[in-house]
């Protein structure tokens, strides 16, 4: 784990998001959320959410991608994405 995924683990932890479990996977980020979670309302904010979390993190940036799953349905979101990227985007 890389010092920048932890920073944004922990981070997310100190939310206390009720039922959340945040956890490294690989150099990703796995969030599994209860199953009553509504992902739409989740994707819909998570940019501006994230884009707030980021100012409390000084470490350099890195391409880190979130994995949200509630028990039934999942979605990533790219923080930071490399050319590569966007290149297959």
């Known amino acids: 784990m890389n ?21 490294p996977q690989g150099d ?25 979390m980021s100012l409390d993190i000084p470490e350099a940036k890195h391409r880190l991608k979130f994995i949200f799953h509630n028990g039934f349905e999942q979605f990533d979101y790219l923080l930071n994405p490399t050319e590569k990227d966007l290149d297959e985007g």
């Open 28 to 52: 990703d980020i796995f969030i599994e959320m209860p199953n009553v979670t509504d992902l739409k309302l989740i994707r819909d904010n998570i940019p501006s959410t994230l884009a707030a």
């Open 3 to 23: 010092l920048y995924q932890q920073k944004w683990i922990d981070q997310l932890n100190r939310a206390h998001l009720q039922g959340w479990k945040i956890s």
